[in-house]
């Protein structure tokens, strides 16, 4: 009798465990598909500003590879990334997260954020 109690419980938590497992799963599925519907946005608009810019400049394809390249290479590392890059105060030398604008610590204009920070 107290074994198969045992049993029982064991088998309620393997229940549970399993339901918030699916759960789990199924919120994952959701943010997946939620973040391909956003990629698939930002390469819409980004062809569509590209295009734009190609015809109503002289900025050349080769030109924006350049650039791709520079700015990838602005974080240190050629990885395809742009990663955001502390910012170090000019006066106080403490470090400060890439989005402020002012040094945390002794108020230091940083310099401003970019859009993409």
Sequence with gaps: MLWNLLQQIQIHGADAAAREARC???AAGINAAELQRRVE????????????????????EDDLLDKIHELDLRDGAADGKMSLVAKTCSRCKRVNHPSREQCIYCGTPLGPSTPFH
């Design 24 to 26: 789990q799963a199924d």
């Design 41 to 60: 946005a930002l390469s819409l608009a980004c062809a569509a500003v590209w295009e734009l810019v190609r015809e109503h400049t002289a900025v050349t």
